[in-house]
C-alpha cells in the first residue's frame, strides 16, 4: 500500500518503452517516482504505484495510480484521454494514457488547455514583492 496520506491525483495506463528504444534498463516498482511533462516549459515529480502487478519492465503497459506533487500549481492541466510523457528528468522513458482524474484542481480539457505553464497568481508571492 502506498505511504501517500491522499487519495490518489490520476489513473492511467502506463506503457514503458522498450530498453532498445531510449527505455529504463530495469522494471519499475509500485515506489517509483519519474518526472511528467505536464506543459512545455514544466515537469512534476509524481509516485506512481501499480496495484494489480507491482511493478513494470520496459516495453510493458499495467495500470498506474499517481500522486503528483504540488496539483494546486498546475491546475486544469488533465482530463481523460489525455497521454502524458512519464521521464527520468527530461528523458521519456514512456507514456500515462489517463484514464481518471480524481484530483478536481486537476480536471481541464483540450480546448482550453495552453501548453506554456504559467505561474498562478499569487501562488508563491502572496505580496511584499517590490
Keep these: 500500500p502506498s505511504k501517500v496520506k491522499r487519495l490518489h491525483d490520476i489513473e492511467?495506463?502506463?506503457?514503458?518503452?522498450?530498453?532498445?528504444?531510449?527505455g529504463k534498463q530495469t522494471a519499475?516498482?509500485?515506489g517509483y517516482r519519474p518526472t511528467h511533462r505536464?506543459?512545455?516549459?514544466?515537469?512534476?515529480?509524481?509516485?506512481?504505484?501499480?496495484?494489480?502487478?507491482?511493478?513494470?519492465?520496459?516495453?510493458?503497459?499495467?495500470?498506474?495510480?499517481?500522486?503528483?506533487?504540488t496539483p494546486e500549481v498546475?491546475?486544469?492541466?488533465?482530463?481523460?484521454?489525455?497521454?502524458?510523457p512519464v521521464c527520468e528528468g527530461t528523458r521519456p522513458?514512456?507514456?500515462?494514457t489517463i484514464?481518471?482524474?480524481?484530483n478536481p484542481t486537476l480536471v481541464g480539457n483540450p480546448e482550453t488547455y495552453s501548453p506554456v505553464w504559467v505561474e498562478p497568481p499569487g501562488f508563491l508571492n502572496s505580496g511584499g514583492e517590490e
Excluded at 75 to 81: D, I, K, L, R
Design 12 to 22: 492511467g495506463q502506463l506503457q514503458l518503452l522498450h530498453t532498445e528504444h531510449g
Design 28 to 30: 519499475a516498482l509500485s
Design 38 to 69: 505536464l506543459y512545455d516549459n514544466y515537469y512534476t515529480t509524481g509516485f506512481h504505484e501499480y496495484p494489480d502487478t507491482g511493478q513494470i519492465s520496459p516495453g510493458e503497459t499495467t495500470r498506474a495510480l499517481v500522486w503528483l506533487v
Design 74 to 84: 498546475y491546475p486544469s492541466s488533465v482530463w481523460v484521454g489525455r497521454v502524458l
Design 93 to 96: 522513458v514512456g507514456k500515462l
Design 99 to 102: 484514464t481518471r482524474v480524481l
